[in-house]
């Protein structure tokens, strides 16, 4: 193996270097220069996000276990971008001292390596670096999410993260041996060639879609999403609903398209069906909460009901649609949540009529809170309005009219609860509405690259058209 | 650089003025100065656009200007206007810059207001110069969504609930709308058009199969419908405008109702006519009922602004009506309907606050004889009936006598009775407006405190005579503005008219 091979794994290479030279940074600093941690991380987190852009080659390692395209690289800048704004969103809440690390090193070493997991999840070639890949990127979330040891919540969200991952991993291998045992290989394009239409073949692919589904919290595999989404720290909760839901989808639309395209109908199907469920289910549920953390995570297993819309059909262009929606999906959901986090870091405050009145004190907060939550109930001009708009088409341009309908009127409704909080903020009269926050720079850098992200995406048609040209010829 | 643009970027520009304002002087100075922009380069327009045709230009469509947008699903930001969108885009230019000079008032939260009412009128005016359904549907949609914070912060009454109902209803609408402009779109591969398109005027030469058409024709007709008032999904607009601050009822009587009339016509007509012949019937049965059920519905209301609420849902009833004869007379009596109805409701709405906010209150069981005290609003109140219940001479009677004209002159008897039930709302709007004229403005003073009410002040007495000279213009010299429309009506009508003489 040269160097030029290795180079191929540059994203996996840069974030490991990252990850220990923040873990060996706490050990020099002295102890009252921990906080220096967080600007450390911020600048070697940001070049690494820059050298992800830099141009890159295709090919495979390992024989074939480890293999990347223009197309892996993009998903993975798009996994850095969200992390990015994560970890920036973090640092008041790491500040402060509410969290269970006493370094700070730790809790990014933890989401690095979970990420470290998804970049190779998404690079797999074959079975068994796909599921090293989805533990490594699911195990230290569990214990991130019960990271606020004082929390009886956050322990618990913990708890049942990962009794569920660990259930859905045990399917998906089970689905994994199933697939083994019929075609004798664990790589893709080997099971590939020798899919078809089995019984076995199927069961085993049922399987391994409900383990992605337990990951993308698709409805009946969302059971633990709230629960955890409130347990879990704000900045936590954003990572598992944008980055961790992000890498799934991926690697579900590469699998679908790649291993399993020849059993394109019988996908189709499932995934009309709990397309339908997911939206309705999320959005009636989300109705109802009170608890933000609960809200928006209602709201991202309504949201991720759409995404079955772009893969439904196998084609390229909704493929790509797939992968935009994921993008503004980012902006907006971090958006909502960094506004969340900001008021959750400030007053401990959660719950929808704790915002009434918001826009009194907080103008540009509310702002914020508003264009992503529009953002995310796909209102023009923001950017949401192109993602769905785009999924809406290439589910059309298949046929699947019906199913269209039900995604707008589902759209609709979430529209309503959307305008619950706006209404909070902006309409609802209040005494003493929360007071002036001060966030600090980070945050305020974070909320001003999602808002920029939420406006500008959708009219930029290139970003749209350069995802396309790399989705061409997945199949 | 293509005039229609400025319709985008002087709103822009005005938002940005508004947000660096420091007084709340400054605020209105821009918004009126940019709104007044508005104004002149949509009248401007009508004198460009003339000039145009008279020099031999017989496109379809003038001033049209393409740009690629997402070009993997040949989406275009394409632009370009006709003899019916050129006289649109004049009345939202009145109705935008008396809104502005009716707001003057406005104290809380002046900026966003402001900001709120201007990105409103951004999206009406994108609707009417979009030829490609896609930046349509973008506007559409924008245009709706200010409405919910317009209502829900300066509104008064049960605000809450209309502003949410408002917004729910028309996006709802706006799901029905999505999936046929999507049918459209995915049909549009036809012999002649290699590549998927949302394209007006390339949709317009396509010959879709009736089997498409029937589907696809109901959905962008309702989805219209619904902003245009089509019953029985008109609910929100009673609840909704009266809850609405004066600029935005007006507005949104007096311009967002006119975009469901104009999509009707545009793309739910034009674009599916062998479904708009075939399954006409079904809507001129709900648009005869909205027309009737709208005019008695005003007759026993006691709020100001829900009787003309009412009177809008039977006014607007009868552009749809007009417009489902498929009829050139009639079609051409649509386009002055909305534009008559756009002008006379704004100034009803206009007074109505003016009176609400003297008075502060809208029942007419409480009021009367405001002539004496109130001289200046009670003229143009009495002018703004007039209109409304077809005088000769203002701008009402020229539309809805072409529209009972062009409609009778329709051989079959469904339609020839069909008009005469609708013909019907002329006497039942003219007890209406009679009644509230007589309750509300002559007779004796019912209460002591309006004996010390104050009349017009100057940006009230502006905006009021503007709305006027625009409404006795057009009924004093509908000539030109109904050739203007005509002409333009003629490709649609050619493709509508299977059955007519004309």
Same mark, same amino acid.
């Given at each position: ?475 | ?16 003025? #508004?947000?660096? /304002?420091?007084?709340?002087?400054? =605020?209105? $100075? %821009?918004?009126?100065?940019?709104? !007044? @922009? ?36 040949? #989406?275009?930001? /394409?632009?370009?206007?006709?003899? =019916?969108? $050129? %006289?649109?885009?004049?009345?939202? !230019? @009145? ?55 317009? @209502? ?351």
């Amino acid at each position: 193996m040269t160097l030029e091979n290795l180079l191929l794994m540059r994203h996996e290479l840069v974030l490991s270097v990252t990850a220990l030279v923040v873990l060996l940074s706490e050990l020099i600093l002295s102890k009252d220069d921990t906080k220096k941690v967080i600007p450390l991380l911020v600048f070697l987190f940001l070049i690494n996000t820059v050298i992800g852009f830099l141009p890159a080659k295709s090919g495979e390692l390992f024989g074939g276990m480890y293999r990347t395209t223009g197309l892996i690289i993009l998903m993975k800048n798009i996994l850095n971008i969200g992390v990015f704004i994560v970890f920036i969103q973090s640092a008041g809440w790491l500040k402060s001292n509410v969290t269970g690390f006493e370094n700070m090193g730790g809790y990014f070493f933890i989401l690095i390596s979970s990420l470290i997991g998804m970049d190779f999840m998404i690079s797999s070639g074959d079975f068994l670096m796909f599921y090293i890949g989805l533990e490594l990127a699911t195990i230290p979330l569990a214990a991130l999410v019960a990271s606020e040891k004082l929390k009886e919540k956050s322990s618990e969200a913990g708890v049942k993260l990962i009794l569920n991952a660990a259930l859905s991993s045990g399917i998906l291998l089970f689905g994994i041996s199933l697939l083994y045992g019929t075609t004798g290989s664990v790589y893709f394009y080997k099971v590939a060639q020798g899919f078809y239409y089995n019984t076995l073949q199927v069961l085993a692919f049922m399987f391994i879609f409900t383990g992605i589904a337990f990951k993308i919290s698709i409805v009946p595999f969302h059971l633990w999403t709230a629960d955890v989404y409130e347990g879990a720290p704000v900045n936590v909760t954003s990572f598992l609903s944008v980055v961790s839901k992000a890498s799934a989808v991926f690697i579900l639309v590469i699998l679908l398209f790649t291993v399993f395209h020849s059993i394109i109908d019988v996908w189709n199907d499932i995934l009309y069906y709990t397309a339908v469920l997911t939206m309705t289910i999320g959005n009636l549920f989300a109705i109802r909460q009170q608890n933000l953390k609960r809200f928006l995570a209602f709201s991202s297993i309504a949201q991720a009901g759409f995404i079955p819309l772009g893969i439904i059909g196998g084609t390229t262009l909704g493929f790509s649609s797939v992968i935009y929606f994921l993008l503004i999906y980012l902006f907006s959901n971090l958006g909502a949540f960094g506004v969340v986090a900001a008021v959750s870091n400030a007053t401990g405050k959660e719950n929808m009529n704790d915002y009434d009145g918001f826009y009194q004190t907080n103008k540009a907060l509310s702002l914020v809170m508003m264009l992503s939550l529009f953002s995310l109930a796909g209102i023009p001009p923001v950017a949401g309005f192109f993602g769905k708009f785009f999924l809406f088409t290439s589910a059309a341009r298949e046929g699947y009219f019906l199913l269209v309908f039900i995604a707008v009127v589902n759209a609709t409704i979430s529209l309503y609860y959307y305008l619950l909080v706006v209404k909070a903020m902006f309409i609802n009269k209040n005494e003493n509405p929360i007071q002036k926050i001060s966030s600090d720079g980070y945050m305020k850098a974070s909320l001003i690259l999602c808002t920029l992200g939420i406006i500008l995406i959708g009219f930029a048609g290139y970003i749209f058209e350069f995802i396309n040209s790399l989705t061409f010829g997945v199949k | 650089m293509n005039i229609l643009t400025l319709f985008l970027i002087v709103p822009v520009l005005t938002v940005i003025a #508004i947000l660096i /304002s420091r007084t709340k002087e400054q =605020i209105r $100075v %821009s918004a009126a100065v940019g709104m !007044g @922009i508005q104004l002149i380069q949509s009248i401007y327009l009508i004198f460009a656009y003339l000039a145009e045709r008279s020099r031999g230009n017989i496109d379809v469509m003038l001033f049209t200007k393409t740009w690629k947008w997402f070009e993997s699903m040949n #989406i275009q930001f /394409s632009i370009g206007v006709d003899g =019916i969108s $050129v %006289s649109l885009i004049a009345l939202t !230019g @009145i109705v935008i810059f008396t809104g502005v000079l009716t707001s003057w008032h406005v104290d809380y939260l002046t900026k966003e207001f402001f900001i709120s009412l201007i990105v409103l009128s951004t999206g009406v005016f994108g609707f009417f110069i979009s030829l490609d359904l896609f930046t349509m549907f973008l506007f559409f949609e924008l245009a709706v969504i200010p409405m919910y914070l317009l @209502i829900g912060i300066w509104g008064s009454g049960p605000k809450e609930y209309a502003a949410m109902k408002l917004t729910l209803m028309l996006m709802g609408a706006s799901a029905l709308l999505l999936v046929g402009i999507l049918g459209l779109y995915v049909n549009s591969v036809q012999t002649g058009n290699p590549e998927f398109t949302f394209n007006i005027v390339d949709l317009s030469r396509i010959d879709l199969p009736i089997e498409v058409q029937r589907v696809f024709f109901p959905m962008v007709f309702v989805g219209f419908g619904v902003l245009g008032a089509l019953f029985p999904f008109h609910t929100w607009s009673p609840d909704g405008h009266s809850s609405a601050p004066t600029a935005v009822s007006m507005l949104h009587a007096g311009v967002l109702m006119k975009m469901g009339g104009y999509g009707c016509l545009r793309v739910a007509m034009y674009l599916m006519p062998d479904a708009a012949n075939e399954m006409g019937w079904i809507f001129i049965i709900l648009t005869t009922i909205s027309v009737v059920y709208g005019a008695f519905g005003a007759i026993v209301q006691k709020d100001l602004k829900y009787i003309n609420a009412y009177s809008s849902v039977s006014h607007c009833g009868l552009v749809l009506f007009a417009i489902l004869m498929s009829d050139k007379i009639s079609s051409n009596g649509a386009v002055l309907q909305m534009i008559s109805h756009g002008l006379m409701t704004a100034l009803f709405f206009a007074l109505i606050g003016m009176i609400y906010e003297r008075t502060h209150t809208r029942d007419i069981r409480f009021m009367g004889g405001l002539m004496k005290v109130l001289p200046f609003l009670a003229v143009c109140y009495m002018i703004a009936g007039f209109a409304s219940l077809g005088l000769p001479g203002l701008s009402g009677f020229i539309a809805e006598m072409n529209i009972f004209v062009g409609a009778f002159q329709h051989s079959e008897t469904f339609y020839r009775v069909a008009t005469v039930i609708v013909c019907s709302s002329i006497v039942i709007t003219a007890v209406y407006i009679l009644r509230v004229v007589a309750a509300l403005l002559l007779g004796p003073i019912k209460n002591e405190e309006f004996n010390f009410l104050k009349d017009a002040v100057w940006f009230e007495k502006a905006s009021t005579v503007i709305l006027i000279i625009a409404i006795a213009g057009m009924g004093l010299a509908p000539l030109w503005l109904s050739e203007l429309i005509s002409e333009s009506l003629n490709p649609i009508i050619q493709k509508l008219s299977l059955l007519n003489i004309y």
